[in-house]
Each structure stands twice: as C-alpha cells, then as structure tokens.
Antibody, heavy 119, light 111 residues
Framework: EVQLLESGGGLIQPGETLRLSCAGS????????MSWVRQAPGKGLEWVAV????????YYADSVKGRFTVSRDNSKDTLYLQMNVLSTDDTAVYYC??????????????WGQGTLVTV | QSVLTQPPSLSGAPGRRVTISCTGS?????????VHWYQQLPGTAPRLLIY???NRPSGVPDRFSGSKSGTSASLAITGLQAEDEADYYC???????????FGGGTKLTVL
C-alpha cells in the first residue's frame, strides 16, 4: 500500500525557516517524481514544487521560487521542502504527492495527509 | 485568481446528474495539456478522481466521468449520492506560467 507521511510543520515567525519531510513507503521511491502542494485555510489547492525521481530536475511555482528548495534522499525514501524567508502568505497545509510520470502537467496519484505550517 | 475557472458551488438532488466545468485557455487546456480531477472530502487530503482527461483510477465508481473539448473540461457525476458532497478541483499545466495549475475548486452540495 502506497503511503506518504509528512512531518515538520508548526508555528513559526515571519522571516524564519522551516524544513518539511515526507516519508514514502509501499513503492519504489526513486522511480517516481514527487511534488509539494499547499492549501491555505479555507482556500483552494496551489502547486508549490516538483522534483524528478533522480533529483536532477526541479521546478517551482513563482510564489516560492528563490525561497523554497525541494530535495530528496532516495536512500531514505524521503522528500524534503526547505522553506526560507517565510511570510504569512505561506500559512497552509502542505501536502506531498506522488507523480506517476514526470511530464508537465502530470497528475498526482497519491497524497499524504498534510502538515500544517502557520506563519 | 486561478487560470482554470470553476464554478464556486453547485448543488443537486440525490440520484441526479451534475456537471462541473473547468475553463482554461490556449496556454493550458487548449495547448493539449491533460486535465485531471480531484475530490476532497471535508478535513481530508485530495483524492485523484479522473486522470488524463477521461480515465478513472481503480476504485473510483463509474458514476464519475471526465471529458475535454477545446479550452475546457468537465467532470460529470451521475446518480448523485450524499457521500459525493465534497470540493472538486481540476488540474492541468500552464505554459505561460511554466507550472502545474489548479482550478479554484467547486463545492458540491447534495440536497
């Protein structure tokens, strides 16, 4: 069974940094691109970043480019999101999600339960 | 403001059919990028409902179907049930923004 488990969320002050983690299980982690998607309280979904299976390719939404860094450690089956210079606009539930194929606009077929970041 | 436009809310009686629209432009849906749909029940993570415009993942009832034409896509739900009450989101890719994009979401109420 595919499982994604996020951690690292919490209450943080504006301008500070935070790192989120997402542990994958039930599939060969390195074979899949992975993404972060966030949802502000009472709002819709917003794509944040995606990383290829090898980690060589990364893509970011304009709203986080230059502040957030997505990375992965395939030896630990774990995805990360380093978030710097956080602002109140970054307050959201952050979901990690799996991409079955790395193509522009690919779907997200499995999602974690999310971790709340409050700035 | 999302580049994919969905009606904010819709409602339907049990057993009826509803259609949720997702209107884009020539830089996303009209550029032949695929459209996917997600269902988000209250307090839960999104769930993939339709992928590649028309395909259902295993476990998704055939009451749910997707279609795409030109710069728009639609999600149809037939035989509406109380458990279908949720938020629904379309998703694609936008070449002008160089990123994945979601519609603003549609809150479906089952009367």
């Amino acid at each position: 069974e595919v499982q994604l488990l996020e951690s690292g969320g919490g209450l943080i002050q504006p301008g500070e940094t935070l790192r989120l983690s997402c542990a994958g299980s039930g599939f060969t982690f390195a074979d899949y691109a992975m993404s972060w998607v966030r949802q502000a309280p009472g709002k819709g979904l917003e794509w944040v970043a995606v990383i290829s299976g090898s980690g060589a390719g990364t893509y970011y939404a304009d709203s986080v480019k230059g502040r957030f860094t997505v990375s992965r450690d395939n030896s630990k089956d774990t995805l990360y999101l380093q978030m710097n210079v956080l602002s109140t606009d970054d307050t959201a539930v952050y979901y990690c999600a799996r991409c079955p194929v790395l193509e522009f606009g690919a779907e997200f077929d499995y999602w974690g339960q999310g971790t709340l970041v409050t700035v | 403001q999302s580049v994919l436009t969905q009606p904010p809310s819709l409602s339907g009686a049990p057993g009826r059919r509803v259609t949720i629209s997702c209107t884009g432009s020539n830089s996303n849906i009209g550029a032949n990028y695929k459209v996917h749909w997600y269902q988000q029940l209250p307090g839960t993570a999104p769930r993939l409902l339709i992928y590649g415009n028309t395909n259902r993942p295993s476990g998704v009832p055939d009451r749910f179907s997707g279609s795409k034409s030109g710069t728009s896509a639609s999600l149809a739900i037939t035989g509406l049930q109380a458990e279908d009450e949720a938020d629904y989101y379309c998703q694609s890719y936008d070449s002008s923004l160089s990123g994945w994009v979601f519609g603003g979401g549609t809150k479906l109420t089952v009367l």
